[in-house]
């Protein structure tokens, strides 16, 4: 066996066998390692989001579903608004926006009806597109992370690389013993700008739809009351 080939042998036994994120971590640069903890916190709070985003739309179309069948049972309106239009329901917060605005169109001597109607139209509206907008608050952060992670981790990966050349530069050495391990930390940075985004990204779209659907339902049930309200005011 000649040396180039014992000296082979020798440095396969001594390579690690696999990837270990938590070294790859330490021995990065200071910049890098930054990096790293940087997107670590923003894919916990992106997963935090979506956990309690999917609790939270489920808990919302059910009190909503729930609070819509009870209502279009009722026979008086106003006295089920009154008992349970208190609590945080959107469907609830609608019809009370949309009751809010037909005692004060109603309360005049002689009631303009085209402007009523067009009065109830918008407090109505707004009070769906302000449920809406509620519910979407928290995706802002998903969408940001999603479109900004990936080059936060581009920029470490970048430093991390120039580190590399600069230690070539030191040890006026090129071979891939001094500039492999640089450049495995710096791709680690993109692994995980990787890691945040792609989540964000997709929780965003799925989310985005669910929160169009809910308004989109909202707004249904928005237009039926408003067409309940009009045919008292032609009454």
Not at 4 to 30: E, R
Not at 172 to 194: D, K, M, R, Y
Not at 195 to 216: D, G, K, L, M
Request: charged residues 20%; contains cysteine; glycine residues 8%.
């Amino acid at each position: 066996m000649t040396t180039l080939s014992i000296l082979a042998v020798a440095a396969a036994a001594g390579a690690p066998t696999h990837l270990n994120p938590i070294k790859l971590f330490l021995d990065a640069d200071i910049v890098v390692q930054v990096v790293m903890v940087g997107l670590i916190l923003a894919s916990v709070w992106v997963w935090a989001i979506i956990v309690s985003f999917s609790l939270r739309m489920g808990s919302v179309r059910r009190r909503c579903a729930a609070y819509e069948e009870d209502f279009w049972k009722a026979r008086d309106f106003e006295a089920f608004q009154a008992e349970r239009g208190k609590g945080e329901v959107p469907s609830g917060k609608v019809a009370g926006a949309g009751f809010a605005e037909w005692r004060r169109s109603a309360s005049g001597k002689s009631v303009d009806r085209e402007g009523a109607r067009q009065r109830l139209s918008l407090a109505i509206d707004s009070a769906v597109a302000e449920e809406a907008d509620s519910l979407a608050n928290r995706l802002n952060f998903l969408a940001t992370v999603g479109s900004v992670a990936p080059f936060v981790g581009l920029f470490g990966t970048v430093w991390g690389i120039m580190n590399s050349f600069f230690q070539i530069g030191q040890q006026q050495n090129s071979s891939l013993s001094v500039v492999a391990p640089g450049i495995s930390e710096a791709l680690f940075a993109t692994a995980i700008g990787l890691f945040a985004a792609i989540p964000a990204v997709i929780a965003y779209n799925r989310f985005s739809h669910r929160v169009n659907s809910f308004e989109s339902a909202l707004q249904r049930f928005g237009d039926r009351f408003h067409a309940s309200l009009s045919r008292q005011l032609e009454g």
